[in-house]
């Protein structure tokens, strides 16, 4: 199905702002977005549409395997985040196949919190980072 004007908009803006965006930024963009497929599966499982809640669950891991992708040995809560993401990826997985919406919640609980740390870091980040320097000065 081609796409119209206003849906290659819609990815003109998304590309442009995922590629102007600090590391800090994309991180946070990351947890919106894994939010919103959890509960756009959520509500997916409630209305028995396991297709739509599928393609979220989906989507929701690959978002999971590219945060723990992202992760580096050299900071020290590597380890037990990645432990984290992998727990999440296996009730993502038991949520999809078990059309288990208890396991769906679960997955939310889970990263609703930390992705309010991640935007608390990205704020502390930001307001403590120095100005970058013009050229022009």
């Known amino acids: 199905m081609p796409l119209t004007s206003l849906e290659r908009a819609k990815q003109q803006y998304l590309q442009q702002q995922v590629t102007s965006a600090s590391p800090e930024r994309l991180l946070t963009m990351l947890y919106d ?5 959890i ?10 549409d396991w297709a ?19 992760l580096t040995d050299a ?9 984290v993401y ?3 990826t296996g009730r993502l997985i038991a949520a999809n196949i078990s059309r288990d919406l208890a396991a769906t919640a679960e997955c ?22 120095p100005a970058p320097s013009s050229a022009l000065a």
């Open 52 to 70: 739509a809640a599928g393609t979220q669950l989906t989507h929701a891991q690959q978002i999971v395997a590219e945060l723990s992708g992202s």
């Open 39 to 48: 509960d756009r599966a959520a509500a997916a499982q409630d209305a028995s």
């Open 108 to 129: 939310r609980e889970l990263i609703a919190p930390l992705r309010e740390a991640w935007h608390q870091a990205a704020a502390v980040t930001s307001a403590t980072a």
């Open 86 to 88: 992998t727990y999440l």
């Open 33 to 37: 977005r894994l939010l919103v497929d």
């Open 75 to 83: 900071w020290d809560g590597a380890a037990d985040l990645r432990a």
